[in-house]
T-cell receptor
Framework: AQKVTQAQTEISVVEKEDVTLDCVYE???????LFWYKQPPSGELVFLIR??????QNEISGRYSWNFQKSTSSFNFTITASQVVDSAVYFC???????????????FGQGTILTVHP | DADVTQTPRNRITKTGKRIMLECSQT?????MYWYRQDPGLGLRLIYY???????NKGEISDGYSVSRQAQAKFSLSLESAIPNQTALYFC?????????????FGPGTRLTVL
């Protein structure tokens, strides 16, 4: 079975501050996948990024960047120069790869509520 | 038009009633899922289907049943609704071809059981 822990339940920042959302995962699967999703106040879940367990390359997309460190089982998400529109709940689920007990199933943590104040 | 649609978007019902939530997708994906979201608990998997003839229980399937009528349609039923089934329900789809399996979610159905 997999487990995801999002250390911060809630984060509050002022616009233009940088903010990092922490995510730690536990798995016994050899192959697994990690994701970040955003859930804005309107309620839908928006896919942001997917990372394979064998690919530790960090990624940057505009103001967003992701740091995957297999050695510490972490997949952290940083928003640079935050904006009010970044206010949302953020989830970092994991998905088991082929042959594992959690194959094809997303396991979610409780999420981090990010509030960006103007 | 949205790739993954859910009907209804909101529903209020009474204890003991039978409820069906429907999900349709135009993404051509073979895999479909039902989750529920409760405050502070993230999303939990109810049922999933890797193809039309494959139905599997998830983490919290008690009190629910599903039907995969076609590749594009996956319905969730509550045979006799109870108040602790009040939650936000999401349908999701994924495509394993190309070994990606990223799940894409519908807009959600907010269900209230009185």
């Amino acid at each position: 079975a997999q487990k995801v822990t999002q250390a911060q339940t809630e984060i509050s920042v002022v616009e233009k501050e940088d903010v990092t959302l922490d995510c730690v995962y536990e798995t016994r699967d050899t192959t697994y996948y990690l994701f970040w999703y955003k859930q804005p106040p309107s309620g839908e879940l928006v896919f942001l990024i997917r990372r394979n367990s064998f690919d530790e390359q960090n990624e940057i997309s505009g103001r967003y960047s992701w740091n995957f460190q297999k050695s510490t089982s972490s997949f952290n998400f940083t928003i640079t120069a935050s904006q009010v529109v970044d206010s949302a709940v953020y989830f970092c689920p994991s998905l088991g790869g082929a042959g594992g007990t959690s194959y094809g199933k997303l396991t979610f943590g409780q999420g981090t509520i990010l509030t960006v104040h103007p | 038009d949205a790739d993954v649609t859910q009907t209804p978007r909101n529903r209020i019902t009474k204890t003991g009633k039978r409820i069906m939530l429907e999900c349709s997708q135009t993404k051509g994906h073979d895999r479909m899922y039902w989750y529920r979201q409760d405050p502070g608990l993230g999303l939990r998997l109810i049922y999933y289907s890797f193809d039309v003839k494959d139905i599997n229980k998830g983490e919290i399937s008690d009190g629910y049943s599903v039907s995969r009528q076609a590749q594009a349609k996956f319905s969730l039923s509550l045979e006799s609704a109870i108040p602790n089934q009040t939650a936000l329900y999401f349908c999701a789809t994924s495509d394993f071809s190309g070994n990606t399996d990223t799940q894409y979610f519908g807009p959600g159905t907010r269900l209230t059981v009185l």
